[in-house]
């Protein structure tokens, strides 16, 4: 049973590639959302992203590299990169 549903809501999950934020974007998952997951490192992201489909069948989670201590970085992922725009809800930061 979930206790709260999360589909059609994009969740952007700072640093979600190892402990908390990984948690964090399990839970989002199994609530339905599709998980952006991101870290500093491409590889890394894709890796969680496709545990993540693997574990949850209505997950669409993938992969975007963000380094939240650079601006650039974060405008070109969050909240209006194109892929996420207007349904990322929720996001979380974690790093």
Sequence with gaps: MKLFDLTGRVAIVTGSTQGIGRGIAENLAAAGAPVVVTSRSQEDCDRVAAE??????????????????????????????????????????DS
Excluded: F, L, M, Q
């Design 52 to 93: 993540i489909n693997a574990r949850h069948a209505d997950a669409s989670g993938y992969g975007a590299p963000c380094d939240v201590a650079h601006a650039d970085s974060i405008r070109a992922r969050h909240p209006g990169h194109p892929e996420t725009r207007p349904r990322a809800r929720p996001t979380v930061k």
